[in-house]
């Protein structure tokens, strides 16, 4: 297995170079060929880093040429934005490599939610009155619950699903 490390720094340095660094000196104690194809938001003015982002990324042929030359069967992302962009791991999938994108949770973005703890968000449903099963609400599951045998409709967020 050959692997590409892409990754895009950030105009300050974060613990994905650190991630990248540790990643890549793991290949390396294991012998597994790599390389590192890596570009910097401090290199791009806000200019070319903002028209890049709305592009998609910029440079996609580099990619592709990285991934050639290894001859990548896998293209392992840390950060693309704003330079390396989607059109960089398109241009990784064109030219055969699977592709790994790792989100770090160094920075979250468009974090969305509610959360109450001693009451939990039940929004109304106009004939709810009328249902005749069991309601049960994520935040306050009963260890024993049984499903079996059960026709089940779950509403809520996607973290409602993470809840069950």
């Known amino acids: 297995m050959r692997v590409l490390l892409l990754h895009n720094r950030y105009r300050t340095a974060g613990g994905e170079e650190r991630s990248v660094v540790l990643q890549a000196a793991a290949f390396e104690r294991a012998g597994v060929p790599h390389a590192l194809l890596e570009r910097r938001s401090s290199d791009a003015g806000r200019a070319r880093a ?62 969305t939610g509610y959360y ?3 009451e939990g968000y039940t929004p109304q449903f106009a004939g709810i009155e009328r249902f005749g099963g069991e309601i049960l609400h994520p935040q306050f599951w009963p260890q024993d619950v049984d499903f079996a045998g059960k026709r089940v409709v779950v509403i809520g967020s996607g973290a409602t699903a993470v809840t069950m």
Do not use: M
């Open 116 to 118: 109450r703890y001693d």
């Open 50 to 111: 903002a028209g890049a982002l709305l592009r998609g990324g910029e440079g996609a042929a580099e990619v592709a040429r990285a991934v050639r030359e290894l001859g990548a069967d896998v293209v392992h992302a840390h950060n693309t934005l704003p330079l390396i962009g989607p059109r960089g791991l398109e241009a990784a999938r064109a030219e055969g490599a699977k592709v790994v994108l790792h989100l770090h949770n160094v920075r979250l973005f468009c974090a």
